[in-house]
T-cell receptor
């Protein structure tokens, strides 16, 4: 099993450019999440989805958009990239229920210059 | 809302030393508690978990006990190895809410 796959692994964007971070999972999980990890700041939730067609904002959604048209895919869109969006982005998935494990992708390191 | 506070790092230990990383939480209801580990250049992976009070999670020599009375879930290992060098995250969720993470504690173990 591939688990959670994120692409690309690294990307440099110029201010004002846009891009889509791809995330796909092959575990048939209902729940999917996008987190960003800033140095020394832990992980902050950007958006999450509890199933196809349903998305919800997390703690830091501004500047991002998501969609969930299939169970497997949960892309994260950055419009008008800003230096404050320089971070490492992690996608994760899980099944619903108390105490269930979340599985993480390898991360995308994004630098906005 | 839910929140997790864990001790600031970095923590530097010699091989075979005893490790404690403190974690306390604030949550509504009865959360599940987790420790995740992030090795250099990798994503997070589950280290251990506990889903109810007084449960002890354990894996790879690490242990943590869910203490409801002190709202704590401290991570311990009796004898660390160089290969344990990583960033450790305490996390919780309650019901079907997304995981909430602490800031992470970087552990460096020197031979």
């Amino acid at each position: 099993n591939a688990g959670v796959t994120q692409t690309p692994k690294f990307r440099i964007l110029k201010i004002g450019q846009s891009m889509t971070l791809q995330c796909t999972q092959d575990m048939n999980h209902n729940y999917m999440y996008w987190y960003r990890q800033d140095p020394g700041m832990g992980l902050k939730l950007i958006y999450y989805s509890v199933g196809a067609g349903i998305t919800d904002k997390g703690e830091v959604p501004n500047g991002y958009n998501v969609s969930r048209s299939t169970t497997e895919d949960f892309p994260l869109r950055l419009e008008l990239a800003a230096p404050s969006q320089t971070s490492v982005y992690f996608c994760a998935s899980s099944n619903p229920g108390e105490g269930t494990e979340a599985f993480f992708g390898q991360g995308t390191r994004l630098t906005v210059v | 809302g839910n929140s997790v506070t864990q001790m600031e790092g970095p923590v530097t230990l010699s091989e075979e030393a005893f490790l404690t990383i403190n974690c306390t939480y604030t949550a509504t209801g009865y959360p599940s508690l987790f420790w995740y580990v992030q090795y250099p250049g990798e994503g997070l992976q589950l280290l251990l978990k506990a889903t109810k009070a007084d449960d002890k999670g354990s894996n790879k020599g690490f242990e943590a006990t869910y203490r409801k009375e002190t709202t704590s879930f401290h991570l311990e290992k009796g004898s660390v190895q160089v290969s344990d060098s990583a960033v450790y995250f305490c996390a919780l969720n309650s019901g079907n809410t997304p995981l909430v993470f602490g800031k992470g504690t970087r552990l460096s173990v020197i031979a």
